[in-house]
């Protein structure tokens, strides 16, 4: 499991048409259109991968994508184990009580 934020980018200026045998021009100036942050769950072994994207990144958040997990992907399993990087924001008792 892995969450980040993410910048949404757009060109602040109109793209110039593809000509044949000539690489594909790009201009380095972007328009900013705000942030999400992308929640991203991997399974090597079943080789199955599921993103999530969110407004925020807070607790809460944090939270439900956990509860998506469980009762959605894994509704049967007995034991599921989570291999994350960061442990900061992740608490499930701000949004479901012990």
């Known amino acids: ?10 060109e602040a200026r109109e793209l110039l048409p593809m ?10 100036e972007y328009v900013r259109n705000g942030t999400v942050s992308i929640f991203a769950f ?17 607790a809460l958040d944090w939270a439900e994508e956990i509860r998506y997990i469980t009762d959605d992907m894994y509704p049967d399993a007995e034991k599921i184990v989570l291999v994350m990087d960061n442990h900061k924001t992740f608490s ?3 949004r479901y009580p012990p």
């Open 42 to 58: 991997i399974e090597p072994p079943g080789r199955m991968h599921h993103v999530s994207v969110r407004e925020h990144r807070t």
């Open 19 to 28: 000509i044949p045998r000539s690489d594909r021009k790009t201009d380095s």
């Open 92 to 94: 499930l008792y701000k």
């Open 1 to 10: 499991m892995d969450e980040k934020p993410y910048q949404l980018l757009g």
